[in-house]
């Protein structure tokens, strides 16, 4: 069975991270994207009224979305809204689904993301890996938001994270 990734990435962490995830797996790749930047009160806006905004998706070919890998950061404390709708759509022909998510980490872990994905989709997750900026960065002085904010992933440590996804995934066929 084929694995499909599915990302969506506001300033790139995600992005690239969900790219070295796809080749890890030779996967296909399909991008979320918002047809305009999303501002701090609009995401806000989502969380709090649990809103699934309109997106944009790169898929041009029709895929089986059985297995499949969503990749997209964390938002207070939430799986990010751009990836809402692509959940809904294919919640019901998932057979297995992890999330993978580099957030920002600097208020500690984010704990309610298995109940989310579970209360979203159905089922529970295969895995749930979480990778916090906050714990990349030097522990003394504690990371700031404005430093994990300010961080962004290049392609050796995506792909050395992407490594650490495909030890959790091993299950994944
Ligand atoms: C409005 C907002 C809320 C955020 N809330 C969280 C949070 O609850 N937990 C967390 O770990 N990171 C949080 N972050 C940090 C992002 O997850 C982090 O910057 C991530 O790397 C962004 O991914 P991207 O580059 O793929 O868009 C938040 C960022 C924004 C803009």
């Given at each position: 069975?084929?694995?499909?990734?599915?990302?969506?990435?506001?300033?790139?962490?995600?992005?690239?991270?969900?790219?070295?995830?796809?080749?890890?797996?030779?996967?296909?790749?399909?991008?979320?994207?918002?047809?305009?930047?999303?501002?701090?009160?609009?995401?806000?806006?989502?969380?709090?009224?649990?809103?699934?905004?309109?997106?944009?998706?790169?898929?041009?070919?029709?895929?089986?979305?059985?297995?499949?890998?969503?990749?997209?950061?964390?938002?207070?404390?939430?799986?990010?809204?751009?990836?809402?709708?692509?959940?809904?759509?294919?919640?019901?022909?998932?057979?297995?689904?992890?999330?993978?998510?580099?957030?920002?980490?600097?208020?500690?872990?984010?704990?309610?993301?298995?109940?989310?994905?579970?209360?979203?989709?159905?089922?529970?997750p295969v895995s749930?890996?979480?990778?916090?900026?906050?714990?990349?960065?030097p522990a003394d002085?504690?990371?700031?938001?404005?430093?994990?904010?300010?961080?962004?992933?290049?392609?050796?440590?995506?792909?050395?994270?992407?490594?650490?996804?495909?030890?959790?995934?091993?299950?994944?066929?």
């Amino acid at each position: 069975m084929k694995t499909v990734v599915i990302s969506y990435s506001r300033t790139g962490n995600n992005q690239i991270l969900a790219k070295a995830i796809a080749a890890g797996l030779s996967a296909e790749h399909v991008t979320i994207t918002m047809p305009g930047e999303k501002s701090f009160f609009s995401i806000g806006m989502d969380m709090l009224f649990n809103r699934t905004p309109k997106v944009n998706t790169t898929q041009e070919n029709p895929v089986d979305f059985q297995n499949v890998v969503f990749v997209g950061p964390v938002w207070m404390g939430q799986i990010a809204s751009p990836l809402r709708a692509p959940v809904r759509k294919h919640r019901n022909s998932l057979q297995q689904y992890a999330f993978v998510s580099i957030s920002g980490g600097a208020d500690g872990p984010n704990t309610k993301l298995t109940a989310e994905l579970k209360k979203r989709i159905g089922k529970d997750p295969v895995s749930v890996v979480n990778f916090l900026i906050a714990e990349m960065l030097p522990a003394d002085p504690k990371p700031t938001r404005e430093q994990t904010e300010a961080y962004r992933l290049d392609e050796a440590k995506a792909e050395e994270l992407a490594r650490k996804v495909m030890e959790e995934l091993k299950t994944f066929s």
